[in-house]
């Protein structure tokens, strides 16, 4: 037996992963256990449920490999600091007690972290090795395309190659400070959002506004080329020298300063997010028929930060020159630590590489689970009433039911979840036939902004019913948007053709409002049996019971708090909003029926977790 874990940390959403003879076993964010999100430090608690996961001790692996370079990021750091000093110093002082405690002694952190019981070699990949090698090797490609885009490595901010068996290639990339990934950033720094978590606001804000902006974008902004290779200008950004993303070039560009976290969204601001959407897309596509032209394959391979833009990725396989895309689920920082520990076994090890059908990510559920008895204990242990289901027929059947009659419903299955997207594991589901789910949902379960779109997952076998999907295609990760098809569409009349900004969010524009963003897409997941297990047979229960086979799924958090990991922050969440009813395994919960609902304060509940 050889046992590999990867890992990534101290930069953004840190995670391990466990890779057993080449079969991926676990793998989790650091997140989902200390309850901070996006939480950046060791990833302790990921490492332990890794190990247990598999049942061995630290010194029973093998290797143990970090998603990137330190030392050479290091480099890049102090030559950026260098090159646009004096300006710079405010941004040094800030950046260097963490390098000079910590990430330049990773060997030291790392021993700790696995308690000095790890006696073997680490070893470290470049981080953009480690994007490819999570977009290649769990594919189900047996050669491919790759293509990387995110914020910035070492140096690397973008590369391309391709895959064949048991190797990746990377031949080409893009260097620092020219960045998709930091200019996507800047723009959702401008728009009042957080940086490093609040780019899929951005993306759900641009379709209310116009992409007026683009030409000045394209103008000012960047030089790009033919390829999808670009130079910005860094006049108009700060990030290299300062604390901001933006410099005042740029905000005189753009009619005014940043917005302010939770100032009102002007049409401006809706327009900025059109535009840096539509350049974003253009670069995306731009990037991948060059890497098509290149490499002469069929299929492609995608990673990084920026493969998590789902309207981008939609764009590429429906305009773009390859047959099939495959995206990893975790396509950030976190899936790095995946990367690096099926680098060393294929890469560095040589071991051969078999593709599966559907992938062997086993539907991104990688992290813990619970089993009856622990659940029993902990609902007993609180006091809460519950009905337990004898089998999935009748649970299904209940929570169809529940759904059907406009319930929101907590949805705690299985595994959960590796990666930013909840798939069915721990999720929120609600009916997307409702005109009021939407609003209902955001503002009084999820706390968030009201333009927030929700997802549809449908099952796979009706999907091309719903959505102007190929029928080969699957979106198993919810990392594609779709055009709903017109025949499920609402033609809207002269009025509602009139209306501008988030007043377009008041029209209902097809059969399954709720999940109908204001341009007629969705990001879709697509549900099958093999993959979703319990999750795909509520969908059929709700389809036998309503002829629809899509409801809403949304993550099990609310604004700030990660995805819920165990059954007792599912509960308290569940206690915490306006939910209707949550079902842990085959145990239901109705808020009605529980004694101390009503004792439970949101403010309380929500000052636990940073705003997002």
Excluded at 253 to 269: K, N, T, Y
Excluded at 462 to 467: C, I, K, L, T, V
Excluded at 501 to 520: C, E, F, N, W
Aim: proline share 6%; net charge neutral.
């Amino acid at each position: 037996m050889t046992a590999i874990l990867g890992l990534s940390a101290f930069y953004h959403d840190a995670a391990a992963a466990l890779v057993i003879d080449g079969q991926v076993v676990a793998a989790a964010q650091e997140e989902r256990f200390t309850r901070k999100k996006h939480d950046p430090r060791l990833p302790l608690e990921a490492i332990d449920y890794c190990l247990r996961e598999a049942d061995i001790s630290p010194g029973e692996l093998d290797y143990v490999g970090f998603y990137d370079k330190p030392l050479l990021k290091f480099d890049r750091l102090l030559e950026t600091y260098l090159a646009v000093a004096p300006a710079g110093f405010a941004s040094f002082l800030q950046a260097m007690p963490a390098w000079l405690k910590q990430k330049l002694f990773l060997r030291r952190e790392l021993n700790q972290g696995l308690r000095g019981a790890y006696k073997k070699r680490y070893i470290f990949t470049e981080h953009h090795e480690s994007h490819a090698a999570s977009a290649f090797f769990p594919s189900p490609f047996d050669e491919a395309a790759i293509l990387t885009l995110d914020g910035v490595g070492e140096w690397a901010t973008a590369s391309y190659g391709y895959g064949r068996e048991n190797r990746i290639t990377l031949t080409h990339e893009l260097r620092f400070p020219h960045s998709l990934g930091l200019l996507y950033s800047a723009f959702t720094y401008y728009c009042g959002f957080r940086v490093n978590s609040g780019e899929y606001k951005l993306m759900g804000l641009a379709p209310y506004g116009e992409p007026r902006y683009a030409e000045a974008i394209l103008k000012h902004l960047i030089d790009l080329k033919p390829d999808g290779s670009f130079r910005m200008d860094m006049s108009y950004f700060n990030y290299c020298q300062g604390l901001t993303m933006t410099s005042e070039k740029f905000h005189r560009l753009f009619g005014g300063p940043p917005r302010l976290p939770e100032a009102p969204l002007e049409q401006r601001h809706m327009d900025v997010a059109a535009s840096i959407q539509r350049v974003t897309e253009e670069i995306m596509l731009r990037a991948a028929r060059h890497v098509h032209r290149e490499t002469g394959m069929a299929n492609l391979c995608l990673a990084g930060g920026v493969a998590l833009n789902c309207v981008g990725n939609g764009r590429i396989l429906r305009e773009g020159p390859f047959e099939r895309i495959w995206i990893q689920p975790a396509a950030g920082d976190a899936g790095g630590a995946l990367g690096v520990a099926l680098f060393i076994w294929h890469q560095l090890l040589g071991k051969p590489r078999q593709a599966k059908s559907t992938d062997s990510q086993h539907g991104s559920l990688l992290g813990p689970r619970f089993s009856d008895a622990e659940i029993r204990a902990f609902l007993e242990g609180v006091g809460a009433r519950y009905r337990e289901f004898p089998d999935d027929a009748s649970l299904c059947g209940h929570v169809a039911e529940l759904l059907a009659s406009e319930k929101v419903v907590g949805w705690f299955q299985g595994r959960m979840e590796f990666g930013p997207r909840a798939l069915g594991a721990r999720s929120i589901l609600g009916d997307p036939r409702s005109r009021t789910m939407q609003s209902v949902m955001n503002l009084k379960i999820k706390f968030r902004e009201s333009f927030r779109p929700f997802a549809p997952s449908v099952l796979q076998e009706h999907a091309g019913e719903y959505f102007e999907l190929n029928g080969r295609v699957e979106s198993p990760y919810m990392l594609l948007v779709a055009p709903v098809q017109p025949s499920q569409r609402i033609p809207l009349d002269g009025e509602e053709r009139s209306l501008k900004g988030l007043d377009r969010l008041k029209i209902v524009r097809s059969q399954i409002p709720a999940v109908t963003h204001v341009d007629y897409s969705a990001r879709l997941q697509t549900v099958d049996r093999a993959r979703h297990g319990r999750y795909y047979d509520l969908l059929r229960a709700f389809h036998e019971k309503t002829g629809c086979p899509v409801l809403i799924n949304t993550s099990f958090n609310v604004r700030g708090e990660p995805i819920v990991c165990g059954p007792e922050q599912a509960y308290r969440c569940f206690m915490a909003t306006n939910m209707d009813a949550l079902v842990l395994e085959r145990f239901v919960l109705l808020k009605e029926d529980q004694p101390d609902a009503k004792q439970h304060e949101l403010a309380s509940y929500l000052s636990q977790f940073q705003p997002d």
